[in-house]
């Protein structure tokens, strides 16, 4: 115990803010007495609590498109590999850069050694995060590092080759649609690491994205997820997209819609602008009133919600493996946790394994039987 209570103390030197979770947290009067500068105290496997906590002590940022400040509590077949911190990018909507600072990745070595750790401790599914996976490593030049005394660079190709050697699922999140990122297609044609692509575009419009200091080439994005498909015919490719930007003409949203429908995107989010707190974008004429907003978005969904459904409906009659969350509720490789749909049947444990064929879908999920 007094191990925890050093550790507490640490955290709080380090850092200042802290909440006590998991089988101390039931010695509330101990811990309050050492340490009163602690947050909040919840007992062993109390999710919501924590929850709680974090969001009244640390609260959400603007939207999910920058949602990675928080805390991930994940069940045990899952876990979020978080690479690096910070970012490079100065996308005008975003203040994570200004919060976080630039990128800072971590070494390629200990991140393997926690991918290992965690896959030896029954993580089924790693899920790799950062604010701008594709970059990682660049802000250290590559710098080789070790991984079972093998020279490794810390990039993401040689990432991704290492991870796919663990006998997890790997899946990749918060893609930059770099050129270098062609080079993870192949890994997952062989079946090394999930065929799914988290690539927030965020408008194809080139002048929205020259004004949101975001690559601007949609008809290159359209040619590379034509490669990506040949080249991985079963690829997942997911991104989410902002609407209602300063200054998007009725125009400039047609040509999003257009671009929405050439690229045949698997999954996508979509969300209103919104000013931040200290966004660039904050400074831009022509804000747009909230209706046109609201109106944008729904036409977007709208139009998504159709190519989405043809895409699940595909799958109708195949057979895919899951991952079981919980019995009855699976993810195929095209379903990442929290964020995508899901593939429902009867019966499965938490963290297994298991085939299941699908008999129909619906607008977001699957339906099927365990083989
Ligand atoms: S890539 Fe852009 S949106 Fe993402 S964290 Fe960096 S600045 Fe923000």
């Not at 699922?169 to 192949?186: A, T």
């Not at 004004?211 to 997820?225: I, S, T």
């Not at 079981?324 to 429902?344: H, K, L, M, N």
Request: aromatic letters at 6%; a neutral charge.
């Amino acid at each position: 115990m007094q191990e925890s209570l050093d550790a507490i103390g640490e955290a709080l030197t380090e850092n200042g803010k802290v909440i006590v979770t998991g089988c101390l947290g039931v010695k509330r009067n101990l811990i309050k007495n050492i340490h009163p500068s602690v947050l909040a105290i919840t007992g062993p496997h109390d999710t919501p609590a924590v929850m709680k906590a974090v969001h009244a002590h640390l609260p959400k940022p603007h939207d999910p498109y920058t949602d990675l400040i928080g805390v991930k509590l994940t069940p045990p077949h899952y876990a979020y590999l978080k690479i690096s911190e910070g970012c490079n990018h100065r996308c005008t909507f975003c203040i994570i850069p200004s919060m976080r600072g630039d990128l800072v990745s971590r070494p390629i070595g200990e991140v393997m050694q926690e991918a290992e750790n965690l896959v030896k401790a029954g993580v089924k599914e790693l899920l790799v995060i950062s604010q701008d996976t594709s970059a990682y490593g660049v802000d250290i030049r590559y710098r080789t590092g070790f991984v079972h005394g093998k020279p490794t660079k810390t990039r993401m190709t040689d990432l991704c080759k290492s991870l796919g050697e663990l006998g997890a699922w790997v899946r990749l999140h918060y893609v930059y649609p770099y050129p270098h990122v062609d080079e993870v297609i192949p890994l997952m044609a062989e079946g090394k690491i999930l065929p799914y692509l988290d690539v927030p575009f965020q408008h194809a419009s080139p002048r929205i994205l020259k004004l949101m200091k975001r690559p601007a080439n949609a008809e290159k994005v359209l040619e590379r997820l034509g490669e990506w498909r040949k080249g991985c015919p079963d690829i997942t490719v997911r991104s989410t997209f902002i609407v209602g930007f300063p200054g998007e003409t009725e125009a400039e949203f047609e040509e999003l819609l257009s671009f929405l429908k050439q690229a045949q995107l698997d999954r996508v989010g979509c969300f209103e602008y919104s000013p931040v707190e200290g966004a660039a974008a904050n400074e831009l004429p022509g804000a747009l009133p909230e209706d046109v907003k609201r109106h944008r978005k729904e036409k977007f969904m709208e139009t998504q919600a159709a190519i989405s459904a043809r895409k699940l409906k595909a799958k109708v009659g195949k057979t895919l493996k899951v991952l079981v969350d919980e019995a009855g509720v699976g993810r195929s490789s095209a379903d990442a946790p929290e964020i995508d749909g899901v593939v429902r049947f009867k019966g499965g444990k938490a963290g297994e394994f298991r085939n299941v064929h699908i008999d129909r879908a619906d607008a977001h999920d699957l339906h099927g039987r365990l083989q």
